[in-house]
């Protein structure tokens, strides 16, 4: 089945079309910074040379319909018609307590998740946009929500309860919700299929590391305990998010600085993390080569960073009494040696021993084991892939099919 995924930011669209019999992307694209005076509008077909240009791109109405002229273009032959498209899934951050599973997107949906919007305030609100743009310009097709959070809802209440007032989650639901499920997913089902390693008997621990970060201790294949909370503002310091902190420095704040709280909130969102413990930059990229040249606050941000890592995976060693694997993926968790090896590093007590010279040279885009033959815990570096997590879950539901191969 040919399906689009659909992920949407404030002032983007990105998307991959996707054949989900053989699990290959046709095209994969993007439309960034709609409504500003130049759109910059980025095509890839499978096996063909990338595309660019810019220009006005409006709303996100018109960004679907600027990635449905480029699909239905003659010259690039990759669909005849919009019909050839049998269903759109989209990348849902939150979805609250409300859905455990993918669901068809009908009015009810909609309403449940425009409800979650002071829950994920930077991304649901987005992502309904995205929906809504989706539905007008292919209206005759299966709509499918795929939520970050949905994973998570194995979490057992040890582990989602803060220590608060019960009547606050009874009224509320203010709990832990946890996110980046779908990679978390993937992930951990890569590594069984590629270990054959029996799902019910093997506990892994996956480190999503990008601009959003989030560790997930995963048990018998269900998830147990994430890093990431009530919003996808907590756990780990990340990009620009402050992750965890002790609450009374919220009401400290606001008294010494004067802050009202919309400030606060876009204070902790998008001017803390890696960019404000630095004060240069939120890219990891960056604060490593700042650090190599002597920036002492850029080693401090990544030293944070690195000890956030292993202090997760060391309490979810302890939590689930052992870990067979500890798995990196997203931008940072694939593509750094350097955080890897930080990460980690004095852990071999726990048995978990990093092999240098595997991790240094293993090849980008590829699964990769970087753990000595001597590891109790294994190591691997497994590339995500989200948006083949949605395409199938999309597939699944379109065609009322029980059946999935991530199961």
Not at 379 to 396: C, S
Request: glycine share 8%; proline share 4%.
């Amino acid at each position: 089945m040919l399906v689009l995924v659909i992920n949407c930011g404030s002032s983007s669209v990105k998307y991959n079309l996707i054949q989900t019999e053989d699990e290959k992307e046709v095209c994969s694209g993007m439309v960034e910074r709609i409504g500003a005076v130049t759109a910059i509008i980025k095509h890839h077909p499978a096996n063909s040379p990338k595309t660019k240009l810019t220009k006005f791109v409006a709303n996100h109405s018109d960004a679907l319909q600027e990635i449905l002229n480029y699909l239905l273009d003659e010259d690039n032959a990759i669909i005849k018609t919009p019909d050839d498209i049998k269903a759109v899934g989209h990348r849902v951050v939150h979805g609250g307590e409300m859905f455990k599973d993918s669901v068809l997107i009908d009015n009810i949906v909609k309403d449940a998740i425009e409800q979650a919007f002071d829950l994920a305030p930077l991304h649901n609100p987005p992502n309904l946009k995205g929906i809504e743009a989706a539905e007008e310009r292919l209206p005759n097709i299966p709509h499918v929500a795929v939520f970050d959070t949905a994973f998570h809802h194995s979490l057992p209440p040890h582990a989602y309860l803060y220590g608060i007032p019960n009547r606050l989650y009874r009224r509320h639901k203010i709990r832990r919700y946890g996110f980046h499920g779908t990679s978390h997913y993937y992930v951990s089902r890569q590594y069984y299929k590629l270990t054959d390693k029996p799902k019910a008997d093997t506990k892994v621990i996956s480190c999503h590391l990008g601009n959003g970060a989030s560790i997930t201790a995963i048990d018998g294949g269900d998830s147990v305990d994430t890093s990431m909370g009530f919003t996808p503002l907590s756990g780990m310091v990340m990009g620009t998010r402050s992750g965890d902190l002790d609450p009374s420095i919220l009401f400290y704040i606001i008294e010494k600085e004067e802050l009202q709280l919309n400030s606060l909130h876009s204070m902790l969102n998008r001017h803390s993390g890696l960019l404000g413990l630095s004060g240069y930059a939120s890219d990891m990229r960056d604060l490593i080569a700042e650090a190599n040249n002597g920036d002492r606050r850029c080693q401090q941000a990544i030293d944070v960073f690195c000890y956030n890592i292993k202090k997760y995976v060391g309490s979810y060693m302890a939590t689930m009494n052992g870990c067979d694997a500890i798995l990196f993926t997203a931008g940072i968790g694939e593509n750094s040696a350097y955080i890897r090896e930080k990460g980690l590093e004095n852990l071999e007590v726990m048995g978990i021993e990093l092999d240098k010279e595997r991790n240094e040279n293993a090849k980008r885009g590829e699964i990769t084991k970087i753990s000595t033959d001597s590891s109790a815990t294994d190591i691997y570096i497994v590339p995500t892939n989200e948006e083949l997590v949605i395409a199938i879950d999309a597939a699944k539901i379109a065609s009322a099919s029980n059946q999935s191969p991530w199961v």
